[in-house]
């Protein structure tokens, strides 16, 4: 459906927050933004500054007013421009978008809650507190949120963060590494954690997880495609199973190259998550920058596969792909 931008607010230096009201060709504008669940997003459609259109996910940020949705975009300057692309848009201007859709719920069954928020990470569990607090004063279930940002201007929702879980928000400044195993020990047994943030800081997160001997299940994350530890440039391919070198642009993934140049690929979550799209890696001259939290750290560091949806590379890599011709 089409959505119409209806204002604009930067909530820190980097992050815009865009109110959107969704209408249908023929329709009034009334109700059609509905309800939503904590975690849910919108696909929305972006042409990117060298004329690509391209799809992202961005969260819906806190409650909504059943008239119009709230997403929040960080600028990305070495992005694949996506979100330079959003922060071109003005009030009036009219965007594609998908209906809310979920891949992060929330289970209210829980004894006990922690979320963990790193930088834009923090758009989906705007809500996710807000009802866990709401929650918490029906039940007496715990709840403590840790949420870091780079320096103090970037903490984009802490006032709403404070108004719903008060002192049991805890802010991390800087690159001081938090205690996420102090944090975990106080969740009392059968607790989930939420987290969602760049890549590193999931990675910290999981090791403490396991460590603690928590169940897997009571994980629960979210990654965003962008959190990548080198710019975002254009890369070399090269596939000898189908005679092939192709270049991936800086505004295009991996997965999408490899799909305009006609070599069929396996994927399911596009976010880094599932491992569907990973690739044999055969050879690579420059280094490969992965951005899933499906692969472990010794596959990443011993550089054999590789999650075409997010992970890039500089330099020239030379994959393998799952196609066999028939016997
Ligand atoms: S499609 Fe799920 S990790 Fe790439």
């Given amino acids: 459906m089409q959505a119409q931008v209806v204002a ?6 980097t992050v815009r927050e865009f109110e959107l009201r969704p209408r249908r060709e023929g329709e009034g504008e009334g109700g059609l933004a509905g309800a939503y669940e904590p975690g849910a997003h919108l696909q929305v459609q972006v042409m990117t500054a060298q004329g690509r259109l391209q799809t992202r996910s961005y969260s ?21 421009g996506g979100s330079l692309a959003m922060w071109r848009l003005a009030v009036g201007d009219r965007l594609q978008v998908s209906a809310p859709q979920n891949h ?11 979320l963990v928020a790193g930088g ?13 607090a709401a929650h918490a004063r029906r039940t007496g279930v715990p ?21 719903a879980l008060g002192e049991g928000v805890t802010a991390h400044e ?9 944090a975990i020990a106080a969740l009392p047994a059968g607790g989930q954690l939420y987290t969602c943030g760049p890549v590193p800081m999931l990675e ?23 959190s990548g530890r080198l710019a975002t440039q254009s890369f070399q391919v090269c596939i000898p199973r189908h005679d092939l070198t192709l270049t991936v642009p800086a505004d295009c993934t991996l997965l999408e190259a490899l799909d305009a140049a006609g070599v069929q690929t396996l994927w399911d979550c596009k976010r880094g998550e599932c491992g569907l799209c990973a690739m044999d890696v055969i050879a690579v001259d420059g280094e490969i920058d992965h951005r899933d939290v499906f692969l472990s750290e010794h596959e990443k560091q011993s550089t054999t596969r590789i999650c075409a949806c997010v992970s890039r590379a500089v330099g020239t890599l030379t994959l393998d792909s799952a196609y066999r011709a028939d016997s």
């Fill in 204 to 226: 910290a997160v999981k090791r403490a997880w396991h460590a603690a001997g928590r169940p897997i299940a009571d994980l629960r994350f979210e990654t965003f495609g962008s």
């Fill in 120 to 132: 834009i990470g923090i758009t989906p569990l705007v809500l996710m507190a807000q009802r866990l």
């Fill in 8 to 13: 604009l607010r930067d909530v820190t230096p």
């Fill in 143 to 163: 709840v403590k949120m840790l949420y870091g940002a780079r320096n103090a201007e970037e903490f984009g929702y802490l006032a709403h963060l404070r108004d």
């Fill in 104 to 114: 992060f719920g929330l289970d209210l069954s829980a004894p006990g809650y922690l």
């Fill in 174 to 182: 800087g690159s001081t590494p938090i205690d996420f195993a102090a």
């Fill in 60 to 80: 819906l940020v806190g409650e909504g007013d059943g008239r119009c949705w709230r997403i929040a975009v960080k600028r990305l300057d070495d992005g694949r």
